[in-house]
């Protein structure tokens, strides 16, 4: 049963903290993708990666810090240098970046308040 | 830039209505477009997309045609359910600019 598995779904953090949020994915895509959701708004891409060991940064990733050292795995570490970290995060994967008709699919999410 | 403007929310329809939500891109060349739905607490599903004008993309009854010349891709159900009530995201992928760009999105709300 193919497909993206984000944990935890809750997640509170005390100001001052870095929390890591995870990503996997068994669709063997090569692109993933992290996007933050706050109410009213579009999503908002924060890191995106190609390919194991490259990603670059999206429209919002101050504050913000990513790995890829695997292709099933996409971490994304909150820091404490986010102003305004709560909010709904959903990361996605693709095929790949190089074709604009590949859909995107998403997790289920993880919302993160900051207490 | 790439910009998606959708129509402003939220909408209530009683059960068994049409429904239309708009939907206007601006963007450079040739985009892909699509149609997301969030339900709540979820992530998003695609719900149907398009890869060239003309194209119609379509799925559990709801229908969006590509419209270059008019820059729009608008989502449309002939007769809505309870079920469908949700948050609709219209977005765009243009070439050579490997993400996706979304619109605010609509609430829609069908009552029985």
């Known amino acids: 049963d193919g497909g993206i598995t984000q944990s935890p779904k809750y997640l509170f953090r005390k100001e001052g903290q870095n929390v890591t949020l995870s990503c996997e994915q068994n669709?063997?895509?090569?692109?993933m993708y992290w996007y933050r959701q706050d109410p009213g708004q579009g999503l908002r891409l924060i890191y995106y990666s190609q390919i194991v060991n490259d990603f670059q940064k999206g429209d919002i990733a101050e504050g913000y810090s990513v790995s890829r050292e695997k292709k099933e795995s996409f971490p994304l570490t909150v820091t404490s240098a986010q102003k305004n970290p709560t909010a709904f995060y959903l990361c996605?994967?693709?095929?790949?970046?190089?074709?604009?008709?590949?859909?995107?699919?998403f997790g289920p999410g993880t919302r993160l308040t900051v207490l | 830039g790439n910009s998606v403007t959708q129509m402003e929310g939220p909408v209530t329809l009683s059960e068994e209505a049409f429904l239309t939500i708009n939907c206007t891109y601006t963007?450079?060349?040739?985009?892909?477009l699509f149609w997301y739905v969030q339900y709540p607490g979820e992530g998003l599903q695609l719900l149907l997309k398009?890869?060239?004008?003309?194209d119609k993309g379509s799925n559990k009854g709801f229908e969006a045609t590509y419209r270059k010349e008019t820059t729009s891709f608008h989502l449309e159900k002939g007769s809505v359910q309870v079920s469908d009530s949700a948050v609709y995201f219209c977005a765009l992928v243009n070439f050579g600019n490997e993400k996706l760009t979304f619109g605010t999105g609509t609430r829609l709300t069908i009552i029985p």
């Open positions: 398009a890869t060239k004008a003309d």
């Open positions: 963007a450079t060349g040739y985009p892909s």
């Open positions: 996605a994967s693709s095929l790949s970046l190089a074709d604009n008709t590949d859909t995107q699919y």
């Open positions: 669709l063997n895509h090569d692109a």
